[in-house]
């Protein structure tokens, strides 16, 4: 099932969801033709498999504690920092507790 983006000039929501988070799923918020933003939840202990996308990437904990890993070494991410990387670096994503986070990946034309 598709998600659905948020069109040109609607608002969405990134507040922390709080007591709610548990209730959560992961969902897009837009994709352009070079930009996809998502709200990535991840419940405590679990995982992301490693992967890599051609553009760079952020990752904005918005709550919880999440883990990156990567080729250079883990990188914790708390509530309120955000994660630069490369494209075509390969990494993967846990929760240490139930976290969310904005994902933003700049898209590559084919």
């Not at 969801?17 to 419940?43: C, H, N, P």
């Not at 995982?47 to 996308?53: G, I, S």
Request: charged share 25%; hydrophobic share 40%.
């Amino acid at each position: 099932m598709a998600l659905e983006h948020a069109a040109p000039g609607e608002p969405r929501d990134v507040r922390p969801f709080g007591s709610a988070l548990a209730d959560q799923k992961t969902q897009a918020i837009f994709k352009s033709r070079q930009l996809e933003v998502m709200r990535l939840v991840l419940r405590a202990g679990r995982k992301l498999p490693p992967h890599k996308v051609p553009g760079e990437i952020t990752i904005h904990c918005i709550e919880g504690t999440m883990i990156v890993g990567l080729d250079s070494g883990a990188r914790r991410l708390e509530a309120g920092q955000i994660l630069f990387l490369q494209g075509d670096e390969m990494h993967d994503v846990s929760a240490e507790s139930d976290a969310s986070a904005l994902v933003t990946i700049v898209l590559r034309d084919g």
